[in-house]
């Protein structure tokens, strides 16, 4: 069974910092891409950032470019996402995802793209 426990959310004031975490379990983790989306309250779910499984290739949503950095350490199967400068809009329900295609070079900013996904962790940013 293919689990992902995604951790390192909480409540952090504007212009501050968070590094989320996604740890994964039940599938080669060094085979497949990962990804991060989020889910702002009455809003849909929508992309963050994407790595591909070598972490050789990232993906970002234009609204987080140059703030958030996504990453990989597999040899503890987790994926990294480091939140800098963060802003009110960030305020979202933040969930990790694994793809579907194993050894693909391709970064997925579609939701449709993965196959499994975590819980997800409350970010908020107070103003």
């Known amino acids: 069974q293919v689990q992902l426990v995604e951790s390192g959310g909480g409540l952090v004031q504007s212009g501050g910092s968070l590094r989320l975490s996604c740890v994964v379990s039940g599938r080669a983790f060094t085979t497949i891409g990962m990804g991060w989306f989020r889910q702002p309250p009455g809003k849909e779910r929508e992309f963050v950032a994407a790595?591909?499984?070598?972490?050789?290739?990232?993906n970002y949503a234009d609204s987080v470019k140059g703030r958030f950095t996504i990453s990989r350490d597999n040899a503890k199967n987790t994926v990294y996402l480091q939140m800098d400068s963060l802003k009110p809009e960030d305020t979202a329900v933040y969930y990790c995802?694994?793809?579907?295609?194993?050894?693909?070079?391709?970064?997925?900013?579609?939701?449709?793209?993965?196959?499994?996904w975590g819980q997800g962790t409350q970010v908020t940013v107070s103003s």
């Open positions: 790595i591909t499984y070598t972490g050789s290739s990232t």
């Open positions: 995802a694994s793809a579907r295609t194993s050894y693909s070079y391709r970064t997925y900013r579609s939701a449709n793209d993965y196959a499994y």
